[in-house]
């Protein structure tokens, strides 16, 4: 598969996922959702502490450390792969 191919359908799977509400998903896939679509668009986090550094801030400060060894192809498809899973249950 292309890369244009994999671009394509990580945004279609970022556009259904932006339809969910939060309430509608647990909020471990929430983090890896989240996880994933950073890695997926930013890369390796670079790490940042800040003044305004909350608890629910680490939470996903670490979900994105726990996958930054996936390269951005690898994250995407991941991402892909969540959304797939939730629309068939």
Do not use: C
């Not at 668009?41 to 670079?46: E, I, K, N, V």
């Not at 996903?60 to 792969?81: C, F, G, M, R």
């Amino acid at each position: 598969m292309n890369k244009k191919d994999l671009d394509t359908r990580f945004q279609e799977a970022v556009e259904i996922a932006s339809q969910m509400t939060q309430a509608s998903l647990p909020q471990d896939v929430q983090l890896r959702l989240y996880a994933f679509y950073k890695q997926a668009t930013y890369g390796t986090l670079s790490y940042n502490h800040s003044e305004s550094y909350d608890l629910r801030n680490a939470f996903k400060t670490n979900a994105w450390i726990q996958i930054s060894h996936l390269s951005v192809d690898e994250a995407k498809e991941q991402y892909i792969e969540i959304i797939k899973s939730i629309l068939e249950n």
